[in-house]
C-alpha cells in the first residue's frame, strides 16, 4: 500500500501484491496543493479531481465531447456524508489487502480488486458509478 501525503492530510493509493490498483482513500480534510488537483491518474477509468477556488471565481461553460473509451471493470466513488464504516480492500486471489474507518468527509474511489463494506453506526452514504447498469456485473467472493 502505498501513501502519498497531502497538505494538512492523506491520501492514499492502494495496490495489490501483484501491483494492480485497487483505489484512492482521500481523508475529509484533505486540502489540494493548487487551485485543481487530480488525486487519480490520468490513465485511471474514473477520475477523482479537487478544485479549491477563490469567490466569483468562474468556470467557462463547457460541455465533455463524445468520445470512445474502453472501460474494462464498474469504478465507484463512495462519499461519506455522516457515520462510520469500515471499508475492506481485496485483491488477487480474493486476499485482503488493506481496511480503512471511513468517516463523515471522507471519500473512496474503488478502481479494481473485490470490496466490502460494514457499517458501523448509522451512515450517510453516496455512491456513483459508470454506466449504463449490467444487472450481472458482480462476482461474489467467496470469503
Not at 14 to 22: A, P, V
Not at 45 to 69: F, N, S, T
Request: glycine letters at 10%; charged letters at 35%.
Amino acid at each position: 500500500m502505498m501513501k502519498k501525503k497531502g497538505a494538512g492530510a492523506e491520501k492514499e493509493t492502494i495496490f495489490d501484491s501483484c501491483g494492480n490498483k485497487l483505489a484512492y482513500v482521500v481523508r475529509r480534510d484533505f486540502e489540494g496543493y493548487s487551485a485543481i488537483e487530480f488525486v487519480s491518474d490520468p490513465g485511471d477509468e474514473m477520475q477523482l479531481g479537487w478544485m479549491r477556488r477563490p469567490k466569483d471565481y468562474k468556470v467557462k461553460a463547457h460541455e465533455h465531447v463524445e468520445i470512445d473509451r474502453v472501460i474494462r471493470s464498474t469504478s465507484e466513488v463512495l462519499f461519506v456524508r455522516s457515520g462510520r464504516l469500515r471499508l475492506k480492500l481485496y485483491g488477487a486471489d480474493d486476499v485482503l489487502v488493506s481496511e480503512h474507518l471511513l468517516e463523515n468527509g471522507d471519500i473512496a474511489m474503488l478502481l479494481g480488486g473485490g470490496h466490502a463494506i460494514e457499517f458501523l453506526e448509522e451512515s450517510d452514504l453516496i455512491e456513483v458509478k459508470q454506466g449504463p447498469y449490467v444487472p450481472d456485473e458482480k462476482r461474489f467472493l467467496d470469503l
